[in-house]
């Protein structure tokens, strides 16, 4: 036990060392004369992050600026250590970019298309050819490979984004609404491959989202954005760790003596609604304690809910809380 | 990420020189133009004049062939290989310059605008000019087929077989054909590439390309009309590519002309100069300089909406 954890304070020591995969310096972007991205400042350091924010929030503008397509208005952004505003290009070498839009060069196959961006990114013909093939069967394309890419449906124009972003073997994947117009089961398909990646431990990746769940499967680390500035930057995995379970409680009665003794035993409370308690119970406290209090309450509960805190519980906080900034690990 | 085992693996073999990529963009353009049966029927085209020059030089140096019809002298037969000559054979392949690149920039430029296809290009190791350079490079290395290196070929053909240090004595031939191409083709490329890039539907580019050449001389020659001058040619562009041309190949003098003006019935003479060769450089600089400002503005990974 102790050796595990001696190597895992070691494993962490180490990864601290390491440049984070992103780091954001105050960073601002403004577009047209308006401001998109406002003094963001965080480090990212997770196999799998997740950038999550509503429609207009700014997750587009922020790859796009780590892409080295804005230059920064003020401050400095850093993919692993290097800057991408100076360092952009030799950067891009070991990025690959998957973009929102339906983007295609049209007038060609697939293959011959994977091959042209191989070949961009530095691949030398025959290994563009061979990788272009096997990106193309790895994405479940292998069939249409030969096909122009005009002719693909939707989901396969995502399946041939993501074989273009993977095809040269980029240490970091940006991946723009990766899920955006799929069927279920393109969409299963779509997360299975994310998920492939990512456990394989060879790239990074940045899933920009709206579908909340799509991130919860596949990231460890999630920066939410609202109106251009940080409202959560938050290490998924370890949130979901630290945080404790709580009781969703449903009652009739009187609530306000009825929480004043929950408090009294050292139970957190929170009240949703008038009929419904949130409650995080100190170790020493048992389910049948809370019916003995409601009994010499005149309470009944009628709804009792075990309740873990939830990526959507995170976001809406973060979409709720009147504060706009939060810098670093942790949540507003 | 092997065909059989489909895994994700990073690839781990040596990298292309990065001062070489633009090339890749060039090599697939080139596949993908040559694919067309106009630009091939073009080229084949462009390829006549020069053909039957190397023939008529041929024919006046080769002493046998000249004793093939009994003449003493090629003068006997065609007039001297000189600089109208040249001049005559970069005016026809400037012609069919300019329909190479009406076929072959429009869609080059246009298409990758219209699919949304600069991001795929600019999220690699490829800058913005180096992606236009890929495109462009295509296109001057097929303007360059049909003007400047059948000129160059010709003019050492000459030289070598006319000897007695005629080619230091044409020179100027040389350096007109030369640079004179070279203008025309930055002149054609830019124009091209700048209105594709504004215009994304390859017929409307094409249209456009045919347009800002035959449109603006008549608005023109009205000015010329209306106020007694020949500063409405600065709006013709062959006319500024003629004064140009002709004053690399030394045949071009800025001149005077008399014009009968009638006012309240009485006809006066006005003096009118022709445009200075310095006028038709700035106006050729100014236009190619506009180009490449429109360019940079719309070759973008994405565009910036104000507001």
């Given amino acids: 036990m102790t050796t595990m954890t001696a190597r895992s304070e070691t494993a962490d020591g180490a990864l601290a060392a390491l440049p984070p995969v992103i780091a954001l310096d105050g960073l601002s972007v403004a577009l047209g004369g308006r401001s998109v991205l406002k003094d963001l400042r965080a480090e990212l350091r997770g196999r799998s992050i997740g950038l999550l924010g509503p429609n207009g929030a700014g997750k587009t503008t922020l790859i796009h600026t780590l892409l080295g397509f804005h230059p920064p208005s003020a401050g400095a952004a850093r993919l692993f250590g290097r800057d991408v505003r100076h360092q952009g290009k030799a950067l891009r070498a070991g990025i690959g970019y998957m973009p929102e839009r339906d983007a295609f060069i049209a007038g060609m196959s697939c293959v011959h298309f994977l091959c042209l961006m191989g070949e961009l990114s530095g691949l030398p013909a025959q290994a563009a050819l061979e990788r272009a093939h096997e990106a193309l069967f790895y994405v479940g394309l292998g069939e249409a490979r030969y096909r122009p890419l005009e002719s693909y449906s939707l989901g396969m124009k995502q399946m041939a984004k993501l074989a273009q972003a993977i095809q040269h073997g980029p240490q970091l994947i940006f991946l723009d609404e990766p899920t955006n117009g799929l069927d279920?089961?393109?969409?299963?398909?779509?997360?299975?491959?994310?998920?492939?990646?990512?456990?394989?431990?060879?790239?990074?990746?940045?899933?920009?989202?709206?579908?909340?769940?799509?991130?919860?499967?596949?990231?460890?680390?999630?920066?939410?954005?609202?109106?251009?500035?940080?409202?959560?930057?938050?290490?998924?995995?370890?949130?979901?760790?630290?945080?404790?379970?709580?009781?969703?409680?449903?009652?009739?009665?009187?609530?306000?003596?009825?929480?004043?003794?929950?408090?009294?035993?050292?139970?957190?409370?929170?009240?949703?609604?008038?009929?419904?308690?949130?409650?995080?119970?100190?170790?020493?406290?048992?389910?049948r304690d809370l019916y003995r209090i409601a009994a010499a309450q005149g309470v009944q509960i009628r709804r009792l809910d075990y309740k873990k805190d939830s990526l959507e519980d995170i976001f809406l906080q973060a979409m709720e809380s009147p504060r706009d900034v939060e810098v670093g690990h942790g949540r507003a | 990420m092997g065909v059989h085992e489909r895994h994700y693996t990073p690839f781990g073999g040596p990298s292309t020189p990065a001062w070489?990529?633009?090339?890749?963009?060039?090599?697939?353009?080139?596949?993908?133009?040559?694919?067309?049966?106009?630009?091939?029927?073009?080229?084949?085209?462009?390829?006549?004049?020069?053909?039957?020059?190397?023939?008529?030089?041929?024919?006046?140096?080769?002493?046998?062939?000249?004793a093939l019809f009994n003449l003493q002298s090629a003068d006997q037969l065609m007039p001297a290989i000189g600089v109208g000559v040249y001049e005559g054979l970069l005016v026809t392949q400037g012609v069919l310059a300019f329909f190479l690149t009406l076929f072959?920039?429009?869609?080059?430029?246009?298409?990758?605008?219209?699919?949304?296809?600069?991001?795929?290009?600019?999220?690699?190791?490829?800058?913005?000019?180096?992606?236009?350079?890929?495109?462009?490079?295509?296109?001057?290395?097929?303007?360059?087929?049909?003007?400047?290196?059948?000129?160059?070929?010709?003019?050492?053909?000459?030289?070598?077989?006319?000897g007695g240090g005629w080619g230091t004595t044409h020179l100027r031939i040389l350096l007109g054909f030369v640079v004179g191409s070279w203008l025309w083709m930055a002149v054609l490329a830019l124009l091209a590439f700048a209105i594709s890039a504004w215009v994304k539907w390859r017929l409307a580019a094409m249209a456009t390309l045919i347009g800002v050449f035959f449109i603006p001389p008549i608005f023109g020659n009205v000015i010329d009309a209306r106020f007694v001058t020949h500063w409405g040619k600065l709006l013709n562009l062959l006319e500024l590519m003629h004064v140009a041309c002709g004053g690399l190949f030394g045949s071009?003098?800025?001149?005077?002309?008399?014009?009968?003006?009638?006012?309240?019935?009485?006809?006066?003479?006005?003096?009118?100069?022709?445009?200075?060769?310095?006028?038709?450089?700035?106006a050729l600089s100014l236009l190619c300089a506009t180009c490449v400002f429109l360019l940079s503005r719309k070759v973008r990974a994405y565009e910036a909406v104000r507001g």
């Fill in chain 2, 252 to 282: 071009y003098t800025a001149g005077e002309s008399v014009v009968a003006v009638y006012d309240n019935g009485r006809a006066i003479d006005v003096v009118v100069r022709d445009l200075p060769q310095w006028c038709a450089w700035a």
């Fill in chain 2, 104 to 162: 072959i920039a429009p869609p080059m430029l246009a298409r990758d605008l219209a699919n949304n296809g600069l991001p795929l290009y600019l999220c690699r190791p490829l800058s913005r000019f180096e992606y236009v350079m890929g495109k462009m490079a295509t296109l001057l290395w097929l303007l360059s087929c049909t003007t400047w290196i059948p000129g160059l070929l010709l003019w050492g053909l000459q030289a070598a077989m006319a």
């Fill in chain 1, 184 to 287: 279920p089961a393109a969409r299963v398909r779509m997360i299975e491959l994310i998920r492939d990646i990512r456990d394989s431990g060879r790239a990074h990746l940045v899933l920009s989202s709206h579908l909340l769940r799509d991130v919860e499967e596949c990231c460890d680390e999630i920066l939410i954005l609202k109106q251009g500035r940080i409202a959560v930057s938050c290490n998924l995995a370890a949130e979901r760790r630290a945080n404790q379970k709580f009781l969703l409680l449903e009652i009739v009665g009187d609530q306000a003596p009825f929480v004043e003794r929950l408090t009294a035993l050292g139970c957190e409370c929170a009240l949703p609604t008038a009929r419904r308690i949130r409650a995080v119970l100190p170790a020493a406290v048992e389910i």
């Fill in chain 2, 20 to 66: 070489s990529r633009f090339l890749v963009l060039t090599r697939y353009a080139l596949q993908d133009v040559l694919r067309r049966r106009v630009v091939i029927l073009l080229l084949v085209v462009s390829g006549i004049s020069p053909l039957g020059m190397l023939l008529l030089i041929y024919a006046r140096y080769n002493l046998g062939f000249l």
